[in-house]
Structures are given as C-alpha cells and as structure tokens.
C-alpha cells in the first residue's frame, strides 16, 4: 500500500500566480538541475496525471526572487517593500516583482513532472533546498497560472550535503562562501523536524562527466487527490 508523505512548511517566501514553464532558471548563474519529480495518488499507488508541481528556491547566493531586499546571511529586511507588507525575513514583504527561479509543470502521463532549475545555494539558518507543492483538480490558464482546484501536498527537496560540497567546491565563483559554510542536513530543524526526517531527498545523478555540467535529481511525492 502507499501512504501520504508528511508535509512541512512553505516558508515565507511564496508567491502566488506562478506561471507555467520548463525552464525557470531565467539566466541565473549556477549549475543546473533538472528536477523529476514523480507524484503518487495513494488511492491507488498509481501516477498522478496533470498535478500541477510548483517550484520555488533561492540562487546561487541566496536571495529568492520577489525577496531579493532581504539578506540572505542575516534574514533581515534590506530593501524596500513594494506590496505594503511586513518587514523582517521576508514575511509576506516583497521587495521586488522578479521570478527567478519560480514556476509550475504539470506532470505528465507518467505522473512525473521535470522542470530545469539550477542547484540552490542557502541562506542563514536552512540547509540547502527547494520548495515545493502539489495541486490537482484545476487548470492552467490564459496566463499560464494554475486556477482553482485544491493544495495537495507541501514540502522542501534536499539535495544533501556531499552534494552541496561537491557543487559549491566545483562552482565557487558562482556560489561563493556557501562552500564552506552551509548548514549540514542534520542540523535543519525543518528538514528533520515533525516527522519530516528522510523525506524530500533527492536521488542525484551527474548530467556529464564533471558535476559543473549539471546534475538531474529524482524524487516521488505520495498524496492523498481524494
């Protein structure tokens, strides 16, 4: 039988109306990473055809788009807030319209949905990750946003610390100090809080001989579409 995989928090730098695509790298600096991402429905252990998966991290230096006037080596507000929002940490206070790294794929008839991404660097307090949701029963639209329907599943993606080491070791130009001074898997109290602890990790592989061409990452998200 398969069981609904547990779920932990969005955090505070969510954004609503993410559009459509394949690729939400937008010219970011950093290694890719393609992400596959396959989705269950428990009911009935089977694929989970035209879920819509959203993704969201930080860049290679740790800023998130829509957030990028909040310090990523202090958590604090920096910038200027464009939507009237609170100040600190991000907490609903956009200071930009940007969208790197953002967006949604519906999965496909295999129930998987692949997305081109880069491999995130971090910020104070979280080891490296990803966001990420699940939602069924709507529709794309005009715009490319996802209308209606309902939230399925939350949760993060950890590519793990060797890998971490080894991309930040490969890229340093692009990553800078996060080579040395990320935050270890185990000492993320999200990554291994409220019965979160081994979810999320991803299955890695390299997209060449050298880590610095890109890595793809596989994971499977069970979720109860009733």
Not at 138 to 167: E, I, K, M, N
């Amino acid at each position: 039988s398969c069981v609904v995989d547990p779920e932990t928090t969005g955090g505070p730098y969510y954004v609503n109306g993410l559009i459509q695509r394949s690729n939400m790298t937008e010219n970011q600096p950093g290694v890719a990473l393609v992400l596959d991402v396959s989705v269950v429905d428990i009911a009935t252990c089977s694929p989970l055809v035209n879920a819509a998966v959203e993704f969201w991290s930080c860049n290679a230096t740790g800023y998130y788009s829509g957030f990028t006037g909040v310090s990523p080596r202090t958590g604090q507000l920096v910038g200027s807030c464009v939507n009237g929002g609170g100040s600190g940490g991000g907490g609903g206070c956009m200071t930009d319209e940007l969208t790197f790294l953002r967006g949604l794929i519906l999965t496909d008839s295999n129930g998987v949905a692949e997305v081109t991404t880069i491999f995130p660097g971090y910020y104070v307090g979280r080891t490296p990750h990803i966001h990420v949701t699940v939602h069924t029963g709507g529709s794309v639209g005009p715009d490319g946003t996802y209308v209606g329907g309902a939230l399925r599943h939350v949760g993060q993606l950890f590519p793990g610390d060797d890998a971490a080491a080894a991309v930040y070791a490969a890229a340093p130009s692009l990553y800078g100090t996060a080579g040395t001074d990320f935050l270890r898997l185990a000492g993320d109290s999200i990554a291994m809080g409220g019965g979160y602890a081994g979810k999320g990790v991803l299955s890695l592989s390299s997209l060449g001989p050298s880590i610095s061409q890109g890595l793809i990452g596989a994971v499977t998200i069970y979720v109860d579409a009733a």
